[in-house]
């Protein structure tokens, strides 16, 4: 057998298992494990007490408001990523459901690449007052997020 046989046909499997729809999801879950798992947690409990906040049963309530949909794409980990616009749309579209599935309106339409084009293109001036003032709207809605 020639030597490389073995190693390309893992990478053969490989590809078709990525591509493959029987595991869909598993692309945006190796993205979030390379690109944000370090800081976020593989589960996505981050680090509370050092300003990495706990996105499981949460973030699904950000797409309540307009202002906090486009915050998960302005937020410097998403928009500062080396991901391309296209590849963080779809990791968004599963990580919200992946963490926060009971908290994702019923009416979410997933994130577009225009619309990341668009939101990357006005970062914010001050990331912690616009996360108080987005939490502080839906607190008065009446969700339980922190
Ligand atoms: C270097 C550490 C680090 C990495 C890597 C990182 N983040 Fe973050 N993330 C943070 C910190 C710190 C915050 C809190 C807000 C801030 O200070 O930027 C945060 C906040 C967030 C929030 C807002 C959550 C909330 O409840 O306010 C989202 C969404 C998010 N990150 C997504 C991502 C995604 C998606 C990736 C990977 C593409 C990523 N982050 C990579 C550190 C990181």
Not at 28 to 49: K, T
Not at 63 to 86: I, K, M, Y
Not at 118 to 134: E, M, Q, Y
């Amino acid at each position: 057998m020639a030597r490389g046989f073995y190693p390309s046909l893992i990478a053969i499997g490989l590809t078709a298992l990525l591509a493959s729809p029987v595991v869909a999801g598993e692309r945006q879950r190796i993205n979030y494990l390379l690109h944000c798992s370090g800081c976020h947690q593989p589960d996505g409990s981050g680090s509370p007490a050092s300003g990495i906040p706990d996105m499981r049963g949460s973030i699904g309530y950000f797409l309540r408001v307009p202002e906090g949909r486009a915050f998960l794409v302005q937020v410097p980990g998403t928009s500062q990523s080396s991901l391309n616009d296209a590849d963080t749309a779809e990791l968004l579209n599963w990580m919200v459901r992946a963490m926060a599935k009971n908290e994702v309106p019923a009416d979410f339409s997933p994130y577009t690449r225009d619309e990341v084009t668009r939101l990357r293109g006005h970062p914010l001036d001050d990331v912690t007052a616009v996360r108080t003032s987005v939490v502080g709207r839906l607190q008065q809605m009446g969700y339980r997020i922190e």
